[in-house]
T-cell receptor
């Protein structure tokens, strides 16, 4: 079993829809949770960062962490075609600075 | 945000040759950098942790003699793929923790390697 599970998609939604992306994990030591966006053949770009459980909002993006369920989510409101990309969840524990990634979910927002 | 660059952005080489990839932190110092590899439609897998002034630490299954890492300064880490073979063709990405004690990491744009 992978440490971090993420549905690869693709997920196709119409423009303006609310998108929900999720990851589950098995390592209870993970404390730092991140969402990255990666366009084709580019490096990942940090979108959201959350420490421990809770919610965080930044513009159209909301990240949620539920450590009791080992489940994290990213919501995108009013999705745009420019949001079409692969979204990677990533996490790490306190003692290790390298990240463990999910496999990524490919999102397509149709105009 | 912090900027990390990589060079070259892509490279094609013959089997058996060596390829060097550079990773630079442009506006901050990084005592630690990470090297990841990403195969098509797969996620990033950590290969090794590069430490300025000391030996790199490699993940299980990664051959340290094949993937040579040198962290010569606080802004530069290099990954050399020695005696490259077609199965080494991949997307290599470096990252560095943000400056000022930030917990996030910033990634370079990646280097696409194709070994013929």
């Amino acid at each position: 079993q992978k440490e971090v599970e993420q549905d690869p998609g693709p997920l196709s939604v119409p423009e303006g829809a609310i998108v929900s992306l999720n990851c589950t994990y098995s390592n209870s030591a993970f404390q730092y949770f991140m969402w990255y966006r990666q366009y084709s053949r580019k490096g990942p770009e940090l979108l959201m960062y959350t420490y421990s459980s809770g919610n965080k909002e930044d513009g159209r993006f909301t990240a949620q962490v539920d450590k009791s369920s080992k489940y994290i989510s990213l919501f995108i409101r009013d999705s745009q075609p420019s949001d079409s990309a692969t979204y990677l969840c990533a996490m790490r524990n306190t003692g290790r600075r390298a990240l463990t990634f999910g496999s990524g979910t490919r999102l397509q927002v149709q105009p | 945000g912090a900027v990390v660059s990589q060079h070259p952005s892509w490279v094609i080489c013959k089997s058996g040759t060596s390829v060097k990839i550079e990773c630079r932190s442009l506006d901050f110092q990084a005592t630690t950098m990470f090297w990841y590899r990403q195969f098509p439609k797969q996620s990033l897998m950590l290969m090794a942790t590069s430490n300025e002034g000391s030996k790199a630490t490699y993940e299980q299954g990664v051959e340290k003699d094949k993937f040579l890492i040198n962290h010569a300064s606080l802004t530069l880490s290099t990954l050399t793929v020695t005696s490259a073979h077609p199965e080494d063709s991949s997307f290599y990405i470096c990252s560095a923790p943000g400056a000022g004690g930030q917990e996030t990491q910033y990634f370079g744009p990646g280097t696409r390697l194709l070994v013929l």
